[in-house]
Each structure stands twice: as C-alpha cells, then as structure tokens.
C-alpha cells in the first residue's frame, strides 16, 4: 500500500480499486453495528490540519477517524501560531513531536501536501491543494458512481462549469480515466486551464450537445473566491448556457445520475429542483465520503506499528 495520498495520480487501477472494495466493506461492517464504531486505529493519532474553510471534509475525515477509534486533533489555521506567521514547516515539526501517525492537511497552496510529506514521518492526506487536487473526493465520487450504476468502465462522465479553479476535476480525471471511464469536460473556454489537451478527458463548450450521452453529469460550484477577474459577463448568463435546470436534466437518459462535490451555489449552477431530485446523489456522497476516508485511513495507518 501507498503511504501518502496525495494525488489521484498516486493510486492505480488495483490500488483504486481495492480502496473502493474496503469503504464497501466498512460501509457494511458499520451498518451491522450498535454502536458506530471499530478498534481499528485505536492507539493511532490522526491530525486534521486545515488552512482553508471547510465543512464536509473536515467534519468527515475526523468521523471517520474517530469511527475507526483513532485520537484526532483538530488544527485550524484561525487561533493557532499560524495567524502568528508560524511557517508550514515549523507546524509540521510541532505534529511530529506530537507523534502524529497522519496528518490530514488542506491548504490554498497547490503542491502544500507535497511539502508536508517531506517533514513529517507519518502518512499525509491530501484533502484539498489550492485548485491541484483533492483526491478522497474523486475516490468518494467514484464510489458513488459504482454504487448508483454499478460500475465505472466505460462510463460517460460530464464534469460542468469551473474547471479552471476545481481541484475536484482533476482529481476526477485522473481516478476516472484510471478506472476505464470517459470524461468530458464541459465549461466556457475561459474556464478551462491552459494545457487542458493534455489531461485524459475530452472537452467541449456545449452541455445540451453532451447530456444526451452521459451516464453522470457532475456539476461544479462556481469558485468565486478564486477569480481574480470577469471569467463570464454575468451570473444570469452563466447559468443559460451552464446552468443545469429541470429542462435540461431531461435531456439525460433515464438512468443518469448528477452529482455535484459541494457546496453548491442554489441557482447558479444547478437549481434547487435538481439538486432535491431523485437523480441527484449529493447527500449519498456526503456520507459515502466517511466510509471512503475510512478506508484510505485503515490502509495507510493500518500497516504500520
Ligand atoms: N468542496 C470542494 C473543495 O473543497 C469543492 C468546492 O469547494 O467547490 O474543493
């Protein structure tokens, strides 16, 4: 097993895989239980490290943590010595004196995670890179997929909107096209990263051409705090051309799914008719998310003394 995950790029198709089978496993091993809990990471610390807000991630990685009855700290950037100006590694010497066995870090630079594993000796999480990558999500929404359509090779997958500033896209990508899917990727030629030709996934500016064919659809929030500038002349717009709507979603087939990572901006790229629709799995991967950290945990941490 991988010590770190830190990119998508990090698990192969078997590792992938088996990381999917094990949240399957605790999913039912939890099921089954009184009380939600197993023993184990029991001895274990696990440190959430987060320079950025969050509400899903945070929340589910120390659930699942404390789920598989390890110690978790939790470590916000706001109130501790990094308001201070402490440096990211001075923090990560403080973890490892602490004795962390992994440390769960987002943070608004790419490439911080990467930093991290450098300094400490336990197993570092990626859970969100500036707009790099944020892989328990891919895996997250992998799972979903499979659970809701009961596989992923050869899947048509639509991923919509911001995929300029979305460290969920590629993430998605790189997991998806591992795992046999196809992606591609819809959203405003503004939108899009340079390089993106690149990436294994196909790209088109047109949804209603695309709908048609996709067995997913996966919508992106429009990432406000990240532009720097006018990406498209207004929200209204936007959401005509990228929005998806209840018209729009009958477009799909009928056993498509729409997802979308949270949180959503109601509205703006998806209406509140589509996000409570049947099709949609966005409270399914909430909870998908605790049994996929889960596993990522237990098989990081669970090899080790
Ligand atoms: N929650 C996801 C992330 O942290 C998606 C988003 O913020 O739009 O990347």
């Given at each position: 097993m991988i010590r770190h995950?830190?990119?998508?790029?990090?698990?192969?198709?078997a590792t992938a895989t088996f990381v999917l089978d094990t949240a399957r496993e605790m999913d039912a091993a939890m099921s089954n239980r009184e009380v939600k809990k197993l023993p184990t990471l029991r001895g274990r610390t696990v440190v959430n490290l987060f320079y950025e807000d969050s509400t899903r991630t945070r929340i589910s990685f120390e659930a699942a943590a404390k789920r598989l009855s390890a110690d978790v700290i939790n470590f916000s950037a706001k109130g501790s010595s990094v308001s201070k100006g402490e440096s990211l590694k001075d923090t990560a010497l403080t973890l490892?004196?602490?004795?962390a066995d992994a440390?769960?870090?987002?943070h608004p630079?790419?490439?911080?995670?990467h930093r991290l594993a450098h300094w400490v000796n336990g197993s570092v999480l990626n859970a969100g890179d500036g707009t790099h990558e944020h892989p328990?999500?891919?895996l997250l929404d992998a799972y979903t997929m499979r659970a809701r359509l009961g596989r992923l090779a050869g899947l048509n997958v639509a991923i919509v909107g911001d995929v300029l500033h979305s460290r969920v896209a590629r993430s998605n990508v790189l997991l998806l096209h591992t795992l046999g899917a196809k992606v591609t990727l819809v959203a405003p030629p503004t939108l899009l990263p340079v390089g993106v030709g690149a990436w294994p996934a196909e790209t088109s500016y047109h949804l209603d051409a695309v709908l048609p064919d996709a067995d997913v659809v996966m919508m992106l929030r429009v990432q406000r705090e990240r532009m720097d500038q006018a990406y498209f002349p207004s929200?209204?717009?936007?959401?005509?051309r990228y929005g998806l709507d209840a018209a729009r979603m009958r477009r799909l087939p009928d056993h498509a799914i729409v997802m979308h990572p949270g949180p959503m901006n109601r509205g703006m790229e998806i209406t509140p008719e589509v996000a409570d629709s049947p099709r949609s799995t966005i409270v399914e991967q909430v909870a998908n998310g605790v049994s996929v950290r889960m596993a990522v945990l237990y098989l990081l941490l669970g090899g080790k003394s």
């Open positions: 995950l830190l990119s998508a790029a990090d698990l192969d198709a490892q004196a602490m004795g440390v769960v870090v987002r630079a790419s490439g911080a995670p328990t999500q891919a929200a209204r717009e936007y959401s005509r």
